[in-house]
């Protein structure tokens, strides 16, 4: 890989080129360095290492806005990167809030670069791959199957470089391990995960994410349908978290601004229980969402979204800030060098309350712990309605009493939301998404 300082330069190159030719321009580049190993039955069945870099160039010109990207970065192709971006622009149409974002003074300075992580051998991370697969085999006999298990990590570096004096770079990690696995019990299967992500090696933990692969699996053998009712959910920080991405959308003033939000004209209005509160914050030590700046180059920041219950606002980017006067709230996100900017959110979470899971089971004569969900891509992004499958436990008299599977819970988001009456303290993050336990009063669970 070039060194930072090439990397900055030919960014900085790049934008010149446009800027000479009657365009302000933005450069987004990336260089990174990945691993990925699988193993199955205690063997290698893919170890891979690549590198890849890249840059987009994003532009504008008498308000129209052009793009393209290259990963090729000869002169000659970065010569006609602008060039094809130049062309790209023709085509579009002029939009007066086409604007690039002005430089910040400063940004926040946050850990997101594992020092440890290159110079841990290989052999290593094939170590705790397998040892993930050991845990989950000896947590239970009928653990069977492995159908997949493996660790990945990268490396990487972001520039932004801008016409109006943008200049930044943040270099970062990333790892993760996970385990797909199944149990049997005679004729019966059933399917159980574990993962984890983290910026820091030392910080996976092979004996849990086994251990919890297993434990998913097992605990459903012997799960059997129930009748149709209306009963008390519990929501494992895993399905709530599925709740939060489904929301997430929503929360985009690009959603807003084009009514497709169920939130347009909520702002100041109750959405929520009051026990919600939820944030975006870009500005988490070692969140895997976290980072300086957005891919515009704006620094991220904290941003309320939910204050106990009540819509605070939306999340925005340079474009959509330009159309209401505001400014950006640094929820420029970039999918890679590819693409230019959309909004996205960093680290997305509800704040976490005082109670144990187990304190709110507790308090349960009949519901149901929810475990999983299945076809959330179906619910209706500006409604808010769904219509899911389902599976979990049943809980009697305050304890997990057997699972259930074959149900279906319906309803609508801002009723789940509004109707969440406990939520716990184990606030938990899968990959920049985060939730803990949330008790819901009641729901409609469809069974036989």
Known sequence: MKSEKEYIDLARGV???????????????????????????????????????????????????????????????????????????????PDEYNVLPPPSQEYPDIPLWDQEIEAIPVKDKIELAMEIERQARAYDPRVKITESCSYSETRYLVVVNNSLGIEALYRGTQCGASIYLVALEGEEAQTGFGFMYNRYYRNLDP???????????????????????????????????????????????????????????????????PALTLWDDGLIPGGIGSSPFDGEGVPTQRTPLVLKGELQGFLHNTYTAAKEGRSSTGNASRASFKSPPRIGTTNFYLEPGILSPEDIIREINEGLYLTEVMGMHTANPISGDFSLGASGIWIEKGELARPVRGVAIAGNIIEVLKNVDRVGNDLTFYGSTGSPTLRVAGLTISGS
Not at 21 to 39: N, P, R
Not at 222 to 238: H, K, M, N, Q
């Open 207 to 273: 004996v849990k994410i086994g251990r919890e692969g297993a434990q998913r699996a097992v605990r459903m053998l012997g799960a059997r349908r129930i009748s149709t009712r209306r009963a008390p959910v519990v929501l494992d920080p895993y399905v709530a978290v599925s709740f939060l991405e489904f929301l997430a959308p929503a929360l985009s003033a690009e959603a807003v601004q084009k009514g497709k939000s169920l939130f347009r004209g909520k702002v100041g209005h109750q959405v929520a229980s």
């Open 15 to 93: 934008v010149e080129r446009a800027h000479a030719k009657g365009a302000l321009a933005e450069a987004f580049l990336v260089a990174e360095e990945s691993l990925e190993v699988e193993i199955r039955d205690q063997e290698i069945e893919a170890l891979t290492q690549a590198q890849e870099r890249g840059l987009g160039l994003r532009l504008i010109r008498e308000g129209r806005l052009g793009f393209a990207f290259t990963d090729d970065f000869n002169p000659a192709s970065l010569e006609e990167l602008v060039e094809e971006a130049l062309e790209n622009s023709r085509l579009t149409t």
